[in-house]
């Protein structure tokens, strides 16, 4: 079983910057693929962001693009979400999750995560 926490959430003004944590359980940390997710009120859950399990390769959404910063620290057990430039339509309650099982290839499909944290809510205020 993994347990992921997310943190860092909270209040800003467009174009400012927030950076969210996720620490998760776990002694195979380092193996597994990472994303992070978002829900908007009254929208699905939208793909923002993934890494593979070396960190080496990252996948983004096209509207975070050259904004947000997805990185993992394996001995810390953490993945971070840094994002810059922030804007209303990035409120959303964020998520991390973890896929355990397909080999640390990132993926920006929700189905193929097998964990997942309880969110941390990201409020841009214009």
């Known amino acids: 079983q993994v347990q992921l926490v997310e943190s860092g959430g909270g209040l800003v003004q467009a174009g400012g910057s927030l950076r969210l944590s996720c620490a998760a359980s776990?002694?195979?940390?380092?193996?597994?693929?990472m994303g992070w997710f978002r829900q908007a009120p009254g929208k699905e859950r939208e793909f923002v962001a993934a890494?593979?399990?070396?960190?080496?390769?990252?996948y983004y959404v096209d509207s975070v693009k050259g904004r947000f910063t997805i990185s993992r620290d394996n001995a810390k057990n953490t993945v971070y979400l840094q994002m810059n430039s922030l804007k209303p339509e990035d409120t959303a309650v964020y998520y991390c999750?973890?896929?355990?099982?397909?080999?640390?290839?990132?993926?920006?499909?929700?189905?193929?995560?097998?964990?997942w944290g309880q969110g941390t809510q990201v409020t841009v205020s214009s």
């Open positions: 890494i593979n399990w070396s960190g080496g390769r990252t």
């Open positions: 776990g002694r195979t940390f380092s193996s597994y693929a």
């Open positions: 999750a973890a896929d355990a099982v397909r080999g640390g290839v990132a993926s920006p499909t929700p189905l193929e995560y097998d964990y």
